[in-house]
């Protein structure tokens, strides 16, 4: 049922996560190159008169964040199994942790590394699922008291 309001949670995860793939998470820049880190990998772009921009793809991270997206919108419709819901959320919230290590270590592949690098918007976009994820958690459990506290009254 899309109007519980878990579902509402999960399809903002999900959305937050797509954001992922467009918005970038760190920038740094050295010698007229700026260096861009985005989840499918760093983009590069010469500040020069020809802007050539390569791009080096670590796709793990990319990988893992389209399963964590496919995993928000499966629970979506998982509604009638509550116990699976949620341990497929705690899981969504493993894949989405490891995508943010997995984003950090290829940050560090930077040249000079992390230092003197700008964080964007995007790095926060991980936290913002995992808050949406346990918010839709506690729907759960709501719905759980309340099917136990109807029970009771029968």
């Known amino acids: 049922m899309i109007q519980r309001i878990q579902s509402i949670w999960?399809?903002?995860?999900a959305l937050t996560?797509?954001?992922l793939f467009f918005i970038p998470l760190i920038t740094k820049s050295v010698n007229n190159t700026e260096y861009l880190l985005y989840i499918d990998g760093?983009?590069?772009s010469v500040k020069?008169?020809?802007g050539t921009a390569t791009a080096v793809t670590p796709i793990a991270a990319m990988i893992i964040n389209g399963i964590a997206v496919l995993v928000?919108?499966?629970c979506i419709f998982q509604f009638r199994n509550r116990a699976m819901q949620k341990r497929l959320i705690m899981i969504n919230i493993v894949l989405i942790i490891v995508t943010a290590i997995l984003s950090a270590l290829n940050a560090s592949l930077f040249p000079g590394g992390i230092s003197g690098s700008s964080i964007h918007f995007?790095?926060?976009l991980f936290v913002l699922a995992i808050i949406f994820c346990l918010l839709s958690i506690?729907?759960?459990?709501?719905?759980?008291?309340?099917l136990?506290?109807?029970d009771r009254l029968r």
Do not use: P, T, V, Y
């Open 122 to 124: 995007g790095s926060s």
């Open 10 to 13: 999960l399809l903002l995860a």
């Open 42 to 44: 760093h983009h590069q």
């Open 72 to 74: 928000c919108l499966i």
């Open 138 to 146: 506690r729907g759960i459990r709501k719905d759980e008291q309340l």
């Open 148 to 150: 136990r506290s109807a």
């Open 48 to 50: 020069e008169a020809d």
């Open 17 to 19: 996560l797509i954001c």
